[in-house]
């Protein structure tokens, strides 16, 4: 995702560059301080997905500098940030994606960029999961980290599923071997929250697929050893030397 953010205010941009690399850290994101310098930038440079304008800026305002951006990038989508709420109706005129009034918190600019006028679709990289021997996931090759170990267990438990459901019960009895307390359950939450936020951080969110109580992988977003060993794949049967997700007691082939 290539991000725009023009801002006269430097502490203003900065702020929002830090609430955006939270948010989207695979992100790459370009800043101004001058709208006509940004401009310039955008008519000789590749394509921006999304652009967070200031509304009240010298030299080019943040409507006009929408409407000009637009027809280098059609679908590009515009949200806006100012600290004078009239500007409302000329937001929507310019058909824009979304619209913060200022101070705006972290929240706010999550809230805009999950719910885009145009959809971004992202393209995944190249995964593989490994379950024989110790479970770890790759992303070109390097094995990526995970915020708790609790987190890099959860998802093994699911790929061990192989795109089965498994509801927050299940995975209690798994990752605690403990009784389905209030405690429990909260816990589980902050364990997929961090879950998410590890895949994320490289790209990954689309490896999970979550419902009402119910969690699961989909298997047709990454490769993966045992899913080729069930496909009867010769390389994946003769990697397969006995062991199987290592470092898990309940790991069963």
Not at 212 to 240: M, R, T, W
């Amino acid at each position: 995702m290539r991000i725009l953010i023009v801002d006269d205010e430097v502490h203003a941009v900065n702020n929002l560059e830090e609430c955006v690399r939270e948010i989207e850290p695979t992100a790459e994101i370009v800043t101004f301080t001058r709208s006509d310098v940004a401009l310039e930038y955008a008519k000789a440079d590749p394509i921006f997905d999304v652009a967070f304008l200031d509304i009240n800026m010298p030299v080019i305002g943040g409507i006009e500098l929408a409407k000009e951006l637009k027809k280098l990038y059609y679908n590009l989508n515009v949200i806006f940030c100012t600290a004078y709420p009239e500007y409302t109706l000329a937001a929507i005129r310019v058909h824009a994606s979304g619209y913060m009034n200022k101070p705006y918190e972290k929240e706010d600019v999550e809230r805009e960029l999950n719910d885009l006028l145009h959809p971004i679709e992202r393209e995944m990289p190249e995964v593989f999961v490994r379950t024989f021997g110790d479970f770890d996931v790759f992303v070109g090759g390097v094995a990526i980290t995970f915020l708790r170990a609790k987190c890099k267990e959860m998802l093994a438990y699911l790929v061990s599923k192989r795109g089965g459901v498994a509801n927050r019960k299940e995975l209690a009895a798994v990752l605690f071997e403990d009784s389905y307390s209030l405690k429990t359950q909260n816990y589980l939450v902050h364990i997929y929250s961090d879950l998410v936020k590890s895949l994320k951080a490289h790209g990954l969110e689309k490896i999970l697929v979550k419902g009402h109580n119910q969690y699961a992988v989909d298997v047709n977003k990454f490769s993966c050893d045992l899913f080729d060993y069930d496909e009867g794949k010769p390389d994946a049967i003769n990697a397969y030397k006995g062991d199987f997700m290592m470092q898990y007691e309940w790991a069963e082939l």
